[in-house]
């Protein structure tokens, strides 16, 4: 036995598909491989939260819910996680407090036991109420420093944050590293950091979009990290993870050997194999995903963004412009106090760099989402704005600098009373509360079985309402 054997937590069920597959894989398809997945040791499976809420509703026709009832039936010795946008919960803004705290009650009810809750703009404010909530229902309360780089984003930086965050409660900190732009020695010396000065577990989450990932992994657990994220090898690396059995077989037979059996992997990699290529044949994975992508160093741009990019630009008969736009990207993120890119704000910041190159004029078009960065709406950026923008954007009103959740008076019961009869249980009020449009059209057709539609697998309405973003 390894004196300080490294815990490993699995995506195959989330993250993996989420970023090779726009988070297709069905319940069918997961079912046969949880036995074996429950029987292999992992410190945690993710196999849900993130996009795979929504996806589940908006394209396969499953509830979300019961497909974590499911996965806990199957898989009772291991821990169940899920990714968590803190006062965002699985949405794209705001919910009121007692929303967040139903949210966190029932997904530990329902089976979760490990929630990862991170905030766009690593404002502590905006992650309060769910650490909160996960440990008065009994969840393990792990959280995220989303990482970037950027002038004032250091070791210092994340180190101040992850210390914040220890004192409102968090029992992990998980360093999130969505774009793989954390570096071998970087990784290095940030975990030893983070484990010498807060004090905490150190969970390390990267992909392997620039090559980097294994080798990222390899020297955080030299520096001692406790856990790290991986993905089955079938769904594994490009926009995905490094591979489960990769580092598993790289660890064997040293201070940090996981203690996990290679043999136990062959069977439902096997099964994940033909699944992966069935996302294939249905053109929902493209191998493409797959490829080594070092532009994610020069620009900074998560894998999953620059697909987005190149989408709105084709429909504006305008991929010319993509290098333009690249290099538009740094320079809206320093004007909004430096970012981190993940969901929400790599869409609002990629968007915005769009604008600016299609009119020919910075900031001539404002979107809303951009207005609301600049008003405070998401929350505390770590820089500092560029005021003649804000300026232009929100003119003479005040920006808001509380926690933006304060200005939320409570709305479950507001929820309720809007979904009426399409409700049955406490669940279904958040489904509806998280995604009223989708979940309306996904629960009557569920409340009425007889005019139940097939999912619609139609790929342009996939591009259209689905942010395929890795970074998620």
């Excluded at 819910?65 to 806990?72: D, G, M, T, V």
């Excluded at 996960?134 to 210390?163: Q, R």
């Excluded at 951009?370 to 505390?380: A, E, P, T």
Aim: net charge negative; proline share 5%; glycine share 6%.
């Amino acid at each position: 036995m390894a004196k300080n054997p490294l815990k490993i937590t699995d995506t195959i069920l989330r993250d993996a598909h989420q970023s090779q597959a726009a988070t297709r894989m069905r319940i069918e398809d997961m079912i046969p491989a949880l036995e074996q997945l429950d029987n292999i040791g992992y410190w945690s499976l993710e196999c849900w939260g993130g996009a795979t809420f929504d996806s589940c509703m908006r394209f396969l026709n499953e509830d979300p819910w019961e497909r974590l009832r499911i996965l806990k039936k199957h898989m009772p010795n291991t821990k169940l996680q899920m990714l968590f946008r803190g006062q965002n919960i699985l949405g794209y803004k705001h919910y009121a407090d007692d929303v967040v705290d139903e949210f966190c009650r029932l997904s530990i009810k329902n089976g979760i036991n490990v929630i990862r809750i991170f905030d766009a703009l690593n404002d502590p404010r905006n992650l309060r109420q769910a650490i909160e909530s996960t440990k008065k229902y009994g969840g393990i309360a792990e959280c995220a420093l989303s990482y970037t780089i950027s002038p004032i984003h250091n070791e210092d930086y994340f180190v101040k944050v992850a210390t914040t965050l220890a004192e409102m409660g968090a029992d992990i900190i998980c360093i999130k590293d969505m774009a793989n732009l954390l570096l071998p020695y970087d990784a290095y010396s940030l975990v030893k950091k983070l484990k010498s000065e807060v004090g905490l577990p150190v969970h390390l989450h990267t992909h392997n979009t620039t090559g980097t990932g294994d080798m990222t992994l390899l020297k955080a657990a030299e520096a001692g990290v406790d856990i790290v994220d991986t993905a089955l090898s079938p769904l594994a690396n490009g926009t995905s993870n490094p591979s489960t059995e990769s580092l598993v077989a790289t660890l064997k037979g040293t201070d940090r050997d996981t203690g996990l059996d290679l043999a136990k992997f062959t069977e439902p990699a096997a099964h994940f194999r033909k699944v992966a290529e069935k996302l294939k044949a249905d053109g929902i994975l493209d191998p493409k995903v797959l490829n080594v992508d070092t532009n994610t160093l020069l620009y900074q741009v998560p894998g999953g963004m620059l697909s987005n990019l190149l989408s709105q630009l084709k429909q504006a008969n305008a991929e010319d412009k993509y290098y333009d736009v690249l290099a538009e990207i740094p320079r809206v993120r320093k004007d909004f106090g430096y970012l981190p890119l993940v969901t929400p704000t790599s869409q609002i910041v990629g968007t915005q760099a769009v604008m600016n190159v299609l009119s020919g004029e910075r900031y001539k078009m404002i979107p809303k989402e951009s207005k609301g960065v600049l008003h405070g709406d998401y929350g505390q950026v770590p820089g500092e704005i560029n005021e003649e923008v804000r300026k232009k954007a929100i003119g003479d009103e005040q920006p808001i600098t509380c926690r933006p959740a304060d200005l939320l008076e409570p709305e479950l019961e507001k929820y309720k009373k809007e979904a009426g009869d399409l409700v049955k249980s406490e669940e279904d009020v958040l489904s509806y509360a998280l995604f009223p449009q989708v979940a309306d059209k996904f629960l009557k057709e569920r409340n009425n079985p007889t005019k139940k539609q097939e999912a619609s697998n139609d790929e342009n309405e996939v591009r259209v309402l689905y942010v395929d973003d890795a970074s998620l």
